[in-house]
Nanobody
Framework: QVQLVESGGGLVQAGGSLRLSCAASGRTGSGVTMGWFRQAPGKERKAVAGISWSGVIRYYADSVKGRFTISRDNAKNTVYLQMNSLKPEDTAVYYC???????????????WGQGTQVTVSS
């Protein structure tokens, strides 16, 4: 089992920045893949970014490429999502996720955090 706790969400104006953090605990020593997803009201949850255990492989959704950066600190069991140039359409609940490495970085995650709200005002 892996437990995930997100933090860092909030209200920001368009063009601003936020950094989300996700602290992992439990069975993280097996080299879990980490990801960030988001879900806007009335819409399905979608992948935003993913990162391999080593940090070498990173995935980004087209909508956030060039604006968001995913990173991880394995010594702290923490993954981050730096979000720059935020837009109102980035408003959503952001979820941290983890899985045993397999397949693509945008789906089939096994463990989920409770989510953190990000609101971008225009």
């Amino acid at each position: 089992q892996v437990q995930l706790v997100e933090s860092g969400g909030g209200l920001v104006q368009a063009g601003g920045s936020l950094r989300l953090s996700c602290a992992a605990s439990g069975r993280t020593g097996s080299g879990v893949t980490m990801g960030w997803f988001r879900q806007a009201p009335g819409k399905e949850r979608k992948a935003v970014a993913g990162i391999s255990w080593s940090g070498v492989i990173r995935y980004y959704a087209d909508s956030v490429k060039g604006r968001f950066t995913i990173s991880r600190d394995n010594a702290k069991n923490t993954v981050y999502l730096q979000m720059n140039s935020l837009k109102p359409e980035d408003t959503a609940v952001y979820y941290c996720a983890a899985k045993v490495p397999s397949g693509s970085y945008d789906k089939d995650y096994d463990y989920w955090g409770q989510g953190t709200q990000v609101t971008v005002s225009s």
